[in-house]
């Protein structure tokens, strides 16, 4: 997506999924991006897609979507109708717990009982992908990307902070 920015990207002003994000009024950023051809949206922490943000984001062929087993963002059912809705080629799933990695985000699922039975399931062996419009799969494909190794368990020290910030913003909830 680095070559995104040049080519084309736009933010949508989207919901937040419920009841997620009120300290600061639910607004989520749907971001769709085009490069090479190809529409790269990443849906964020949205709630169900309305019908005119669908419309904005047109054709779609890799969509970046929140889903877990634990429906944190989205229920299983949303998923599938946003699916439908936007056809997309390829369906990366993110926002969903990793063993060993978020231990303490005990809302979130794995995805694991979300992905059984589902047809054109891809594990990718790599966090990096390279997507061609001529290779696209023409049924919708489930591409699952292993963590980046960037990627750290949170601290003692985050898993603090965070549970203070958390504390701050339910108190701020409560005052209005």
Request: hydrophobic share 40%.
């Amino acid at each position: 997506l680095q070559q995104a920015a040049a080519d084309g990207a736009v933010g949508i002003q989207a919901k937040h999924a419920d009841p997620w994000g009120k300290e600061f009024g639910q607004i989520n950023t749907v971001f769709v991006a085009e490069t090479g051809g190809l529409r790269f949206v990443h849906l964020g922490d949205n709630g169900p897609l309305a019908t005119d943000v669908a419309r904005r984001m047109g054709r779609v062929d890799v969509l970046m979507l929140p889903v877990d087993d634990a429906e944190h963002i989205l229920k299983l059912r949303e998923v599938e109708e946003i699916v439908r809705q936007v056809k997309p080629r390829v369906v990366a799933p993110m926002h969903y717990a990793l063993a060993g990695l978020s231990p303490n985000h005990k809302d979130m699922g794995d995805i694991t009982n979300w992905l059984s039975g589902r047809p054109n399931v891809r594990r990718l062996q790599s966090h990096r992908a390279e997507f061609r419009a001529a290779e696209l799969p023409r049924d919708v494909s489930v591409w699952v990307f292993p963590p980046s190794p960037e990627l750290r368990r949170w601290t003692p020290d985050y898993q603090k902070a965070l549970a203070l910030s958390r504390g701050s913003a339910a108190q701020r909830q409560e005052a209005l």
